[in-house]
Structures are given as structure tokens and as C-alpha cells.
């Protein structure tokens, strides 16, 4: 039997209308869709990206990444996560793994073709690039990352304090991913090297609860939610 194609979609960050021409053909000609969700719930914000565009019932599944730093509980997840796609793979289906953003960019994508391609090494992989939360952020933020000779830097929040300290200065647009549980110190760290005035924030980007951080400076709120996104630096287009 045939074996079945992996497409790894990005489906960009969360407005239903940046999901690109070639994801949506892919998505509608795909046999079988998979989508990660969270073990403590089974919603899904990649799904809620492309359900408006779904013409008509197609069987999807969710698979549970747990959010943890125990290392042998993210690899038993990623390893049952595999099993699963290479079964409907085996069967000669067609599959497709939707994720927030672009597959290559902090994608929960990336652990699982690592596992699949241990059970299936011959299996043919095609990564469908998606609208990535930087972008989509500059955007709105009308914030220009990079311009001539300028450098940018992408780093998640949860090592943002330490690279803010020992970077910062060196890189011209900083953009933090996942600020939410490290903001405090991501704030402080980015006051002593004396940026923090240059930086913008947004939460829920292109979505209706959206929120916009112009001025971090003034701010005293510590906490802000898990889709938010900080830029450092930029050039304003407005």
C-alpha cells in the first residue's frame, strides 16, 4: 500500500484570514488532520484558525503536548504523538499537522517529525510556511524589524531576561516570544540596559481581544497573557 504524505502547515497566528492560498489547498486535499492541544484541555487555537474555511467534515485529531519541562514526559508525548501519525500515514493516508505561526519557528511541529521519522525515515515531508507572530505584530504595531544593514534578534521569553543582559545592547530589534510568565523580569532587565522606553507589546495579535502595549514604560501591570509578544527597538512606519 501507498504510503501517505506529512504536510506540516503553519496557519499564521491566529486570524483566520492570514492562512495562506497553498495551506488552504493543502488542508482541504488532505485525508487526515491533526492538530496539537494542551493536556489540560483539548482546545485548539490552530483549529479555531481554519474552521471558517473547511467546506465540509474532515476527520481531525488532536494530540496532547503537555506543557512541562520534564523532559521524559515531553518525549513519551512526542513519541505517542508519532505513532499516531504514522499509523494514518501507514494507511496510506494523506496527513496534515496544522500548528500556530510557521512550523520552523517555535513549532511543536519540529519534536514530532523528529519521533516520525524514527518509525518512518523513507515517509515524504512537505513544510507548508505560515504568517509567524513577529510579523503579524510588527504589523499591527506599524514597527519596521529590520531596515539595511540592521540585525534582529528572535528569543523565547523564558530565556529572555538573561539574553536581554547579555545582548541587548549589541542587537537592534529584539522580539520575545512567550513573555507572559517572565515579564517582570524581562521588563527589568530591559530598564537597566536602558531599553525598555523602546519597546512595544501585543497581546492576541489580529484577534478580537486584542490588546496593544505602546508604551511598556508606564506600564505596572507584571502579568499579561500567554499570547504576548514584546519588540524591542524597530523603526515606526506611522
Not at 38 to 54: C, F, G, M, Q, T
Not at 138 to 151: I, M, N, W
Request: net charge positive; with cysteine; charged share 25%.
Amino acid at each position: 500500500m501507498r504510503l501517505g504524505k506529512f504536510f506540516g502547515v503553519g496557519v499564521g497566528p491566529g486570524d483566520p484570514e492570514l492562512l495562506t492560498l497553498k495551506a488552504l489547498r493543502v488542508l482541504l486535499a488532505a485525508d487526515h488532520l491533526f492538530v496539537a492541544s494542551s493536556s489540560k484541555n483539548d482546545y485548539s487555537r490552530a483549529l479555531e484558525v481554519i474552521k471558517p474555511h473547511l467546506l465540509e467534515p474532515k476527520p481531525i485529531e488532536k494530540l496532547s503536548f503537555p506543557m512541562t519541562y520534564d523532559r521524559k514526559v515531553l518525549v513519551q508525548a512526542w513519541e505517542l504523538n508519532a505513532k499516531k501519525v504514522a499509523e494514518k500515514l501507514c494507511q496510506g493516508k494523506d496527513v496534515a499537522f496544522i500548528t500556530l505561526g510557521d512550523p520552523s519557528f517555535y513549532s511543536t511541529l519540529i519534536y514530532l517529525v523528529r519521533e516520525m521519522k524514527k518509525l518512518l525515515p523513507w515517509v515524504e515531508i512537505e513544510i507548508i510556511p505560515g504568517v509567524t507572530a513577529a510579523q503579524a505584530a510588527a504589523a499591527r504595531l506599524k514597527v519596521a524589524l529590520s531596515e539595511g544593514e540592521s540585525s534582529v534578534l528572535f528569543v523565547s521569553g523564558i530565556k529572555g531576561k538573561e539574553m536581554i543582559y547579555h545582548l541587548g545592547k549589541e542587537i537592534d530589534t529584539l522580539v520575545l516570544y512567550k513573555v507572559y510568565r517572565q515579564a517582570a523580569n524581562i521588563l527589568r532587565a530591559l530598564k537597566d540596559i536602558g531599553r525598555l522606553e523602546e519597546t512595544k507589546g501585543i497581546s492576541f495579535c489580529g484577534l478580537p481581544q486584542e490588546k496593544i502595549y505602546q508604551d511598556l514604560s508606564s506600564t505596572s501591570r507584571s502579568k499579561f497573557p500567554y499570547l504576548t509578544l514584546f519588540i524591542v527597538g524597530g523603526r515606526g512606519l506611522d
